[in-house]
């Protein structure tokens, strides 16, 4: 009878707006801090006047996001499983998931780490740039992938936290993380003058004690819960599951990263000022992203529970209410940028030239919020739901569509037609998931 009555209570959950804001605003806070670390890093080398450093650090910087980001599944993927055992009850998976992640982080970030310098050379091959600029992108590169290990851990940390819906967890374990990253970013970039490769040691320190304080937290948990025989951990058919899921995601952060990295790429096709004016406002895009992740970390959470619970309701509630909120957050990020974004650039970076540029692409940027937020949100819809390889060939059409707009429209407009693509991008990401939707919830419930 009690074991029922359980089930009952597991599988009775409601998905409303306090339950979403309970998740997604400390993230959404969370999320913020790491386009404000970008945005410092970027302050800090802009203040040295030099438009080469700024550059290198841009290029450095999506060099190591191509890298890292393609392993995002550390937290994405561990949240979705999280959440649907924790939506059926199970907190022996929950201890299981968790330790496999940090299996996979442990090995995967020192083969990363190990490597450095030969990405540090694929990335200097791959961006073409002028050789200042691609000095100090190695410099950057070579020192912040010691942190590989420490970064992936964190990741799988994450991940565990928000698949139990633990917002306000991750959102202290965030502020750790980037506030010892910010704040020794200026000490050791600037104060010390050591410029980029400040910068880069700054993130290897902070990401080491984020690690400590994240294990020893989580640590402690498993210590007051059932305790995890040995074998679950690799259990054959559950670690498969894992790596199929963490294949597809990986597949589609690739993919994500290499339309930015295409993205830059062409913007250093024409010139440093150009490719440093985008890097200005990419930052501004990834801080409207960052509104949009924390309301898709909620959908993650709360669709993968009601998958878990097998719960449609719950289900249904997650997708409307994340979709509600996301499109209100899209809408005032825009609207600040679209006020302030002129004066935002003119705080970031001290070169004029720099400052030119940006103002005349300002208004692309500004709109990205709105056309990305249907794709976030489907993203954690899908990730929570574990339907990876929808969203992977989802991202593989969409890549297609974004490389045909970047091809037709940056020769014929320039920057402009640059940035006209990434929208094209957007776009095609959200609205195909969502056609597809509806199939996948039949079938699922």
């Known amino acids: 009878m009690d074991q029922a009555s359980t089930t009952a209570n597991i599988r009775s959950f409601a998905v409303t707006n306090r339950s979403v804001l309970a998740i997604a605003v400390p993230m959404t806070l969370a999320y913020l801090t790491t386009p404000l670390l970008g945005i410092v890093d970027t302050a800090v080398v802009g203040q040295f006047g030099d438009a080469a450093l700024l550059g290198g650090l841009a290029a450095g910087a999506l060099i190591f996001d191509v890298v890292f980001t393609s392993f995002n599944f550390l937290r ?10 924790f939506g059926r009850g199970d907190q022996l998976e929950e201890q299981a998931v968790f330790w496999r992640a940090v299996l996979i982080a442990v090995i995967a970030g020192i083969v990363l780490a190990a490597l450095a310098p030969l990405v540090a050379v694929a990335g200097q091959w791959f961006m073409g740039a002028e050789p200042r600029v691609s000095e100090a992108m190695a410099v950057y590169i070579c020192i912040r992938l010691l942190a590989a290990p420490f970064s992936l851990i964190n990741y799988a940390i994450l ?17 750790v993380l980037n506030g010892i990253n910010i704040a020794l970013c200026s000490l050791l970039g600037l104060k010390l003058g050591w410029g980029v490769a400040g910068v880069a040691w700054a993130t290897v320190t902070g990401e080491f004690l984020a690690m400590l304080l994240g294990l020893a937290i989580v640590i402690r948990r498993f210590r007051a819960a059932p305790r995890l025989p040995r074998h679950r951990v690799l259990d054959l058919p559950a670690f498969l599951r894992m790596l199929s899921l963490n294949r597809d995601i990986m597949i ?4 994500l990263l290499a339309a930015f990295a295409l993205f830059t790429r062409q913007g250093a096709q024409f010139g440093t000022v150009t490719l440093a004016a ?6 501004f895009f990834l801080i409207a992203g960052y509104f949009l992740d924390g309301f898709a970390t909620a959908a993650e959470q709360l669709a993968g529970r009601a998958v878990g619970a097998r719960a449609a309701i719950p289900f249904r509630q997650a997708v409307r209410l994340t979709l509600f909120w996301g499109f209100g957050l899209a809408g005032a990020a825009t609207l600040v940028l679209l006020l ?6 003119a705080l970031i970076t001290t070169s004029e030239d720099v400052r030119a540029v940006a103002d005349i692409y300002l208004l692309w940027a500004a709109f990205t919020a709105l056309s990305g937020v249907l794709a976030f949100q489907m993203d954690g819809v899908f990730i929570g739901a574990t ?11 969409s890549f ?13 407009f320039g920057n402009h037609g640059l940035w006209a693509a990434l929208h094209v991008f957007l776009l095609a990401r959200g609205f195909s998931l969502l056609a597809i939707l509806r199939l996948r919830v039949r079938t699922a419930f």
């Open 76 to 85: 994405s993927g561990t949240t979705g499983l999280v959440a649907q055992a």
């Open 400 to 412: 297609l569509a974004f490389s045909a707009a970047l091809l037709i429209m940056a020769s014929a």
């Open 340 to 345: 302030e974004g002129t004066d935002l650039v």
């Open 252 to 255: 589609r952060s690739f993919s």
């Open 387 to 397: 339907w990876s390889r929808d969203m992977r060939n989802m991202m593989l059409l």
């Open 278 to 283: 985008n890097a200005v406002l990419m930052n």
């Open 159 to 175: 991940g565990y936290v928000l698949g139990r819906g633990e917002g306000g967890l991750g959102l202290m374990l965030q502020l």
